[in-house]
């Protein structure tokens, strides 16, 4: 049975649902698993776990990818 | 110079120009930039993907990794902490070892924390990755960075952007000469002169972003670039004449009236 839930995906909360996997959230969400790393409650996941690990409630899930950049910089572009 | 090539960590890299990818107008620009200065070496940072529009396209769907190394920052990470987790994220979305280590100790300056920055390549290097570290033009951080196991040193000719050029040539000289791993000179240039003047001093590459992107003509500026530093790399490489104060003729004497 699936419960609605809260969890904060990259910073914002959002309404999900008990039992679905790190998998069933980048589907929703529209996102290749390829070149994406993932890390739920500060645990760098294993891309082999997307479809195992489940998303409990108030669970904080980061999606991190790459992005244009040099050196460093405060804002998005380095 | 068919057989002057880069080797780090056992990976041989066929350009001595290496790029940033931040700071173009678009990921059509970035690429014909990064085509033109024939860099095989590109760097990128780690952030979270846009889960809000994600009709945004990925950078990644034009800088192909199959043809070029892909080198992850760790941009605007001010503890070893962050760096050491922007690193292990990097690793985790599957491009490689490799990492561009920066840890930042001042918003304004960019400059790195050295102490910081050994802390965190420690840690890196211990979980098997591939540290190349941004580091201050300081010969005694840089051969402490080799210590605990960089396999380069990349040092900055002057902050990050700044466009200043080579400012201490003489440390990077020191670095260059004391420094047994293949130097990168990262950050501070402003124009070819200035990539061209790192390799003459016997930089083993230059890697640049601003420089390019930020140009008027960022198509140009990248050709240019690529000039300069295959310049560079042949002049210091062929070895320049010692300065002196006086002029030495270069017509003979003999045959004058």
Redesign the interface.
């Known amino acids: 049975m699936q419960n609605a839930i809260k969890i904060h995906v990259n910073g914002e909360e959002r309404d999900w649902r008990s039992g679905a996997t790190v998998s069933d959230l980048l589907t929703e969400l529209d996102i290749k698993t390829e070149r994406v790393a993932v890390e739920l409650n500060l645990e760098i996941l294993d891309r082999v776990a997307f479809g195992q690990r489940q998303i409990k409630d108030g669970d904080r899930v980061e999606i991190m990818s790459f992005i244009g950049g040099g050196s460093s910089s405060r804002g998005q572009h380095g | 110079m068919a057989d002057d090539r880069l080797i780090i960590a056992g990976r041989e890299f066929k350009s001595r120009l290496w790029?940033?990818?931040?700071?173009?107008k678009d990921?059509v620009e970035?690429k014909k930039a990064i085509e033109l200065s024939g860099a095989d070496v590109v760097?990128?940072?780690?952030?979270?993907?846009n889960?809000?529009d994600?009709s945004k396209e990925?950078?990644?769907d034009y800088i192909d990794p199959k043809k070029y190394t892909?080198l992850?920052?760790t941009?605007?990470c001010y503890t070893v902490e962050d760096a050491v987790r922007y690193s292990?994220?990097?690793?985790?979305?599957?491009?490689s070892d490799l990492v561009k280590l920066?840890v930042?100790g001042d918003?304004r300056t960019?400059f790195p924390d050295t102490a910081g920055l050994i802390e965190a390549a420690k840690i890196l290097v211990k979980e098997g990755f591939i540290v190349l570290p941004?580091t201050n033009d300081d010969p005694i951080v840089a051969q402490k960075l080799v210590d605990v196991g960089c396999p380069a040193v990349m040092p900055l000719a002057a902050p990050?952007?700044s466009g200043l050029g080579i400012r201490n040539p003489y440390n990077l000289k020191i670095i260059m000469e004391m420094i047994k791993v293949p130097i990168i000179v990262?950050?501070g240039v402003g124009t070819a002169s200035d990539a061209a003047f790192a390799m003459e001093l016997g930089a083993d590459a230059v890697?640049?972003?601003?420089a390019i992107?930020g140009a008027q003509d960022p198509l140009a500026m990248a050709e240019a670039m690529k000039y300069a530093v295959h310049a560079g790399r042949l002049a210091y490489k062929a070895g320049r004449i010692p300065r002196k104060l006086y002029a030495t003729a270069s017509s003979p004497i003999e045959g004058m009236l």
């Open positions: 790029v940033g990818t931040g700071k173009y990921f970035t760097t990128v940072a780690v952030r979270r993907v889960i809000t994600r990925n950078l990644l892909i992850p920052n941009a605007g292990r994220l990097a690793r985790a979305a599957g491009v920066e930042l918003e960019l941004y990050i952007g990262d950050a890697l640049m972003n601003t992107a």
